[in-house]
């Protein structure tokens, strides 16, 4: 079982950056695909951007262009760099560890985008 631990939530006003963190307690280059989802109460949980193990990114539509997930091989963290945040990027986003014998999920970090 692969653990994750989320970090860099806030509020941040429109416009505004931060950066997501998500520790693995193990090796990122044994996960085939590292990936960000944010959930809204009462929405279902929406998938954001992807990494696999090979360094393939990928990004849903609405946030193509402002958010960029990266890695650190030598701390085990993917990051989640978010740019011109809007009020609608509010969500619980979570960090996602998907390999064939099924998917993993950190705790979850707020981000609130607001004036």
């Known amino acids: 079982q692969v653990q994750l631990v989320e970090s860099g939530g806030g509020l941040v006003q429109p416009g505004g950056s931060l950066r997501l963190s998500c520790a693995a307690s193990v090796s990122i280059f044994s996960i085939d695909v590292m990936g960000w989802y944010r959930q809204a109460p009462g929405k279902q949980r929406e998938w954001v951007a992807g990494?696999?193990?090979?360094?393939?990114?990928s990004y849903a539509d609405s946030v193509k262009g402002r958010f960029t997930i990266s890695r650190d091989n030598n701390k085990n963290t993917v990051y989640l760099q978010m740019n011109g945040l809007k009020p609608e990027d509010t969500d619980v986003y979570y960090c996602n560890a998907h390999q064939v014998m099924g998917d993993c999920w950190g705790q979850g970090t707020q981000v609130t985008v607001s004036s």
């Open positions: 990494l696999t193990a090979g360094g393939s990114t």
